[in-house]
T-cell receptor, first 119, second 111 residues
Framework: DTEVTQTPKHLVMGMTNKKSLKCEQHMGHRAMYWYKQKAKKPPELMFVYSYEKLSINESVPSRFSPECPNSSLLNLHLHALQPEDSALYLC??????????????????FGPGTRLTVL | GQNIDQPTEMTATEGAIVQINCTYQTSGFNGLFWYQQHAGEAPTFLSYNVLDGLEEKGRFSSFLSRSKGYSYLLLKELQMKDSASYLCAVRDPGGNTPLVFGKGTRLSVIA
C-alpha cells in the first residue's frame, strides 16, 4: 500500500478565512512533505517534517503554518492568503528523509492534492 | 548550484517509442527519480536509478549515466493514456531540498 490521502480535494476561500489542509499516510513513513504546484510548473517544496519535527522550511510566508500532530498526520493551516496562493497543494511521504540513496527509503509518494482557490 | 533540464514538450504517435531526456548539474547525487503526472493529478512514481545503466519496468525503462549527468525515460508501445507530464527529479544530499525537480516534459500522444 502506497497511499497518501488528502482532504479536502477542492477548497475555495476568501482572503480573510482560516482553513486547514489535511494529509494522512499509514505506511509508517517518517518523512512528510508539503509542496505547492502551479499550472504547468513542477512541484515546489514548502516544508519537510522528519520524525514529526520540522526539518525544512523553504522560506514560506507565515500565512502558511504546518503542523505534524503525529507520525501519520500532516496539516497545513492557512490564514490571510492571497489570490496568488491559489494552486494545487500536494502532500508526500517517504520512509525516511535520509541520504541512503536507496529507492525504498527515498522514494516520495504523493497524495492526490488539494486544489485551492483564493478569492 | 542545482539545475535540471528536460525538454518542455514532446509529441509522439500511438504505438511508437519516445525517449525523454534529462540532464542535471547538482552539487551531489544520490539517485534520480522519474514521476508521471496527469493534468490536475498528483505525481506518481515511475522509476529510480542510482547506479549507471538501464532499469526496465514493463513498457517504461529509465537509464542513468552519472559521469555525464544524464538520464532518459523510454516509453514503448505508446498509449493515449501516456499523455502526461514527466518529471525528472534528483536527490542531492548536498543541497537544501531532498528532491530537486526539473520543469517537466509534457508528452502528447496522438493517433
Amino acid at each position: 500500500d502506497t497511499e497518501v490521502t488528502q482532504t479536502p480535494k477542492h477548497l475555495v476561500m476568501g482572503m480573510t478565512n482560516k482553513k486547514s489542509l489535511k494529509c494522512e499516510q499509514h505506511m509508517g513513513h517518517r518523512a512528510m512533505y508539503w509542496y505547492k504546484q502551479k499550472a504547468k510548473k513542477p512541484p515546489e517544496l514548502m516544508f519537510v517534517y522528519s520524525y514529526e519535527k520540522l526539518s525544512i522550511n523553504e522560506s514560506v510566508p507565515s500565512r502558511f503554518s504546518p503542523e505534524c500532530p503525529n507520525s501519520s498526520l500532516l496539516n497545513l493551516h492557512l490564514h490571510a492568503l492571497q489570490p496568488e496562493d491559489s494552486a494545487l497543494y500536494l502532500c508526500a511521504s517517504s520512509q525516511d528523509q535520509g541520504t541512503s540513496g536507496k529507492k525504498s527509503t527515498d522514494t516520495q509518494y504523493f497524495g492526490p492534492g488539494t486544489r485551492l482557490t483564493v478569492l | 548550484g542545482q539545475n535540471i533540464d528536460q525538454p518542455t514538450e514532446m509529441t509522439a504517435t500511438e504505438g511508437a517509442i519516445v525517449q525523454i531526456n534529462c540532464t542535471y548539474q547538482t552539487s551531489g547525487f544520490n539517485g534520480l527519480f522519474w514521476y508521471q503526472q496527469h493534468a490536475g493529478e498528483a505525481p506518481t512514481f515511475l522509476s529510480y536509478n542510482v547506479l549507471d545503466g538501464l532499469e526496465e519496468k514493463g513498457r517504461f525503462s529509465s537509464f542513468l549515466s552519472r559521469s555525464k549527468g544524464y538520464s532518459y525515460l523510454l516509453l514503448k508501445e505508446l498509449q493515449m493514456k501516456d499523455s502526461a507530464s514527466y518529471l525528472c527529479a534528483v536527490r542531492d544530499p548536498g543541497g537544501n531540498t531532498p528532491l530537486v525537480f526539473g520543469k517537466g516534459t509534457r508528452l502528447s500522444v496522438i493517433a
